[in-house]
C-alpha cells in the first residue's frame, strides 16, 4: 500500500522480533554458504530510520522495543542483533534504526547480490540515499512482481526471500500466501521469510492453515513472540515468522532470540 511508511512503527517489538532473527539468520549463512549468496526483500522501505523523527515520535513504538530491549540488556552485547544496532549506532547516530537492507547490508559479503524492491516513491528516495554499494541493487516496482521476474540465482539453494508486507488490508495476507507458494515452485530451495502480524481477527491463521498445502512440514518453522495479551489489546498482540527451507542447525540460536525477547517483555 502506498499509504505505508515504517517510519511511523521502526523499532517496535515486531522489528525487534523480525531482525533479531534474520540476522541470526543472515549471520550464519555465509558460514554455511562459503560461495556468493543472493539476498531479495519484496518491501525494503527506506532501510534507515531516525527515531527523532516526528513520524517516530508521533507513535513511540520504538520505546517498547529497541529502547527498552537495550536498557533491559536481556540481549548479550555480543549479540548479533545488538552488534547491528552498534553499528548503526556508530555509522550513523545514536537515533537511528536499522531496517532489514541495512542489516543484510551489514552481514553480507561484497560477492553476495542484494535486491531491494520499493514502490512507494518517498520510501525508495530514503533506500537509495541510504544503501548505495555496488552490490546492492534497488527497484522501484511491486515487490512480488519484481522478485518473481527476476533472473533465477545460479544456485537457488543460496537465496534467501524477505517478505515484510504492511498488512493493511486483509487481502494481504491470501497475496503474500500466494506470491510464497509461487516463489517455492519457481525456486523450492530458496530459503523463504514471510512476517505476518497477530491480531485478534486472527487473519494470520490462514498462513499457517494453507502454507502446509504445499510446503512439507520438515521445511516449515514457525516462530512468533506474544507480547500483550490478545483479549484486552486493541492492534497487534504479536509477531509471526514463517521460515521455509531453514537449515535446522540455525534453530537454537532463532529460539533463543524469542526466548530472550519474551523475558524483556515479562519485564
Known amino acids: 500500500m502506498l499509504s505505508y511508511q515504517h517510519i511511523y512503527h521502526a523499532g517496535c517489538i515486531a522489528d525487534v522480533h523480525k531482525h533479531s532473527i534474520l540476522s541470526v539468520i543472515l549471520g550464519s549463512l555465509p558460514l554455511k554458504n562459503p560461495d556468493s549468496f543472493d539476498y531479495f526483500e519484496t518491501h525494503a522501505g527506506r532501510g534507515l530510520y531516525d527515531l527523532t523523527a516526528p513520524e517516530a515520535q508521533k507513535t513511540g513504538e520504538y520505546k517498547l522495543g529497541i529502547e527498552k530491549i537495550i536498557k533491559n540488556g536481556v540481549f548479550p552485547k555480543s549479540h548479533i542483533y545488538l552488534q547491528n544496532i552498534e553499528k548503526c549506532h556508530a555509522d550513523h547516530g545514536t537515533s537511528t534504526y536499522p531496517g532489514s537492507p541495512m542489516i543484510a547490508n ?69 497475496t503474500a500466501v500466494d506470491f510464497v507458494k509461487k516463489m517455492h515452485h519457481k525456486w523450492p530451495e530458496a530459503l523463504i521469510i514471510l512476517w505476518y502480524p497477530m491480531l485478534k481477527m486472527h487473519y494470520h491463521d490462514q498462513i499457517q492453515n494453507t502454507l502446509p498445502d504445499f510446503i512439507k512440514n520438515e521445511n516449515l518453522y514457525i516462530n512468533e513472540l506474544q507480547f500483550a495479551d490478545e483479549k484486552t489489546t486493541k492492534g497487534m498482540y504479536g509477531s509471526g515468522l514463517a521460515i521455509i527451507n531453514c537449515p535446522h542447525e540455525f534453530f537454537p540460536k532463532i529460539e533463543e532470540c524469542k526466548n530472550l525477547l519474551s523475558q524483556s517483555f515479562q519485564n
Do not use: C, W
Open 106 to 174: 551489514y552481514l553480507l559479503r561484497r560477492k553476495d547480490q542484494i535486491h531491494l524492491m520499493e514502490l512507494h516513491p518517498q520510501e525508495i528516495k530514503f533506500l537509495k540515499k541510504n544503501l548505495h554499494q555496488p552490490n546492492i541493487k534497488i527497484h522501484f516496482q511491486d515487490g512480488y512482481n519484481g522478485v518473481l521476474n527476476l533472473p533465477s540465482p545460479p544456485d537457488t539453494s543460496r537465496a534467501l526471500i524477505l517478505i515484510d508486507p504492511s498488512y493493511e488490508i486483509k487481502q494481504e495476507y491470501t
